[in-house]
């Protein structure tokens, strides 16, 4: 498979991985996909007082444009609030990393993790 | 030692540079067309086809009039498996093979069907092997055709072929077997092996690519019905010009084979299980396939919880190959670890490494030591691991499938 710079430097390199802990009230956690389809990602979000993301961790069980879909998202949910993080999509996440159309999922994954997260924080703090 | 570091000699293996020496004049200087009978160009190449033609008859102790050149193992499992199946159609229709064949079995099988024959698919056992009493379960009075393969390209695993060409020979069925990945690794004694037709190719064994072999029993004689037609080269078996520089590196690559297995055989076997002993140090490392029932080129292991594509990746350094359905443009797991009941999540995470001629113990030392480390840091990325590590069963877990 021939990947893109981008996707072989967060692959490389991948940002923010890690975990927070998933009771605190502050922390929003999407896990979506399945071990049986080949891709598992996790990412969570941490939410200061202003009701911004502060910060966001992932890990991925997956192909390297899995790997690196995951990664990015965890630097563009950064700053954001969380109505204007659900409103990233997967085709920004396929152009950036220039994915080839057999891994458009992997983009498809990481909005639906970004989603999950920001439903499970809401529903946390029953906002 | 040069990077990348080739460990996929079950996909293809480098042309012996003996091999190419020995066909460099075939191109440029002896270049006749082996059919011409008029003068000393097609002399000459007449006479290097058929010394090449007792090479490789002998790599499996055969009679060199029993070998018919091929275009490969793709053709000659065609020409095998239709051949037989079309000139015995009148004595039935019933043709059996088993699941974890080459797809070039696979899907002539399926053709056939088309064609109106039917086919039995056996299981196999987990450990990758043919069950002898279910194949003699799934014999019917009109089965015509059986087709089992001697090692499997993905876990290396050694069929019963032997016990499979008695049988079918006690029946009266007519018996393939695909031996590509056997050929040049295990010995093959067509005297005392009773398989009627056998697959065989020059890329496995050094040897340049687009040549390969059918062996078409003599004694007692087994029919085809052509499935190329023309100049009625090779007996009327398979027209067509006969590439003879192919021809020639083919055997001298099966002369060289047959000299050199039984050493090459002892040093690689050293070098795979020094590798496994090394990689199953791991936690949740799996071994695909019977270890004891298996060619001593191949590894074929799961590490849980690792994608195999991106352990691939990570591993860039090395050339292997992966189960994993990110590597293939299907995006379904191998079929083959499936067959095993593997669950897809370890079929989604093996690799297939496979050692030959030119492996050194420096380059599997290396192999060893990249893919440990490389597996432990896709690991501390992996959520399954950390589930795994909290003593989650990932079992019990409901996964939004997609």
Known sequence: MAYSDKVIDHYENPRNVGSFEKSDQSIGTGMVGAPACGDVMKLQIKVGADGRIEDARFKTYGCGSAIASSSLVTEWVKGKTLDEAATIKNTQIAQELSLPPVKIHCSILAEDAIKAAVEDYKKKRKV | ?402
Not at chain 2, 77 to 90: D, E, M, R, S, V
Not at chain 2, 129 to 152: C, G, H, Q, Y
Not at chain 2, 275 to 303: A, D
Not at chain 2, 305 to 331: N, R, Y
Request: aromatic share 8%; glycine share 8%.
């Open chain 2, 1 to 402: 030692m040069k990077l990348p570091i080739y460990l996929d000699y079950s996909a293809t293996t480098p042309v012996d540079p003996r091999v190419a020496q020995k066909m460099i004049p075939y191109l440029t200087e002896f270049f006749g067309n082996p059919a011409s009978r008029s003068h000393a160009f097609g002399w000459k190449a007449e006479q290097a086809v058929e010394e090449a033609r007792g090479h490789v008859a002998a790599l499996i102790n055969a009679d060199p009039k029993e070998i018919v050149w091929t275009s490969g193992a793709t053709e000659g499992n065609n020409l095998a498996i239709k051949g037989a199946a079309q000139f015995y159609k009148t004595k039935g229709k019933h043709l059996i093979t088993q699941r974890t064949e080459h797809k070039a079995v696979l899907d002539t099988f399926r053709e056939l069907e088309r064609q109106g024959f039917e086919a039995t698919y056996l299981e196999v056992q987990e450990n990758g092997l043919v069950d002898l009493e279910k194949f003699k379960a799934a014999i019917r009075p009109d089965t015509i055709l059986a087709s089992i393969m001697m090692v499997n390209n993905e876990i290396g695993v050694i069929q019963p072929v032997w016990e499979i060409a008695e049988i079918c020979k006690q029946k009266g069925i007519v018996f393939h077997c695909d031996a590509v990945q056997g050929g040049g690794r295990l010995e093959i004694d067509m005297q005392k092996f009773k398989a009627d037709l056998l697959t065989i190719t020059a890329h496995k064994i050094y040897g340049p690519k687009g040549i390969g072999a059918l062996y078409i029993r003599r004694k007692p004689r087994v029919r085809l019905e052509a499935q190329i037609h023309g100049g009625g080269h090779e007996r009327g078996f398979r027209s067509g010009t006969l590439a003879t520089h192919q021809i020639v590196g083919f055997g001298e690559a099966a002369r060289l084979a047959k000299q050199e297995m039984a050493t090459d055989n002892e040093r690689i076997r050293a070098l795979r299980d020094k590798l496994w002993k090394n990689v199953s140090q791991m936690e949740e490392v799996y071994l695909n396939g019977s270890l004891e029932k298996r060619i001593p080129h191949n590894l074929n292991v799961s590490f849980n919880f690792v994608e195999g594509e991106s352990l691939i990746m990570a591993v860039k350094d090395i050339a292997v190959s992966s189960g994993s359905a990110c590597t293939s443009s299907s995006l379904e797991p191998s079929y083959v670890l499936r067959a095993l009941g593997r669950n897809d999540e370890l079929a989604h995470s093996s690799i297939r490494i496979t050692l030959g001629r030119f492996t050194t113990e420096e380059e599997v030392n290396y192999a060893a030591q990249l893919i440990k480390q490389k597996v432990a840091k896709l690991r501390e990325l992996s959520p399954l691991w950390e589930m795994y590590k909290e003593g989650i069963d990932l079992n019990t877990v409901q996964w939004a499938a997609h």
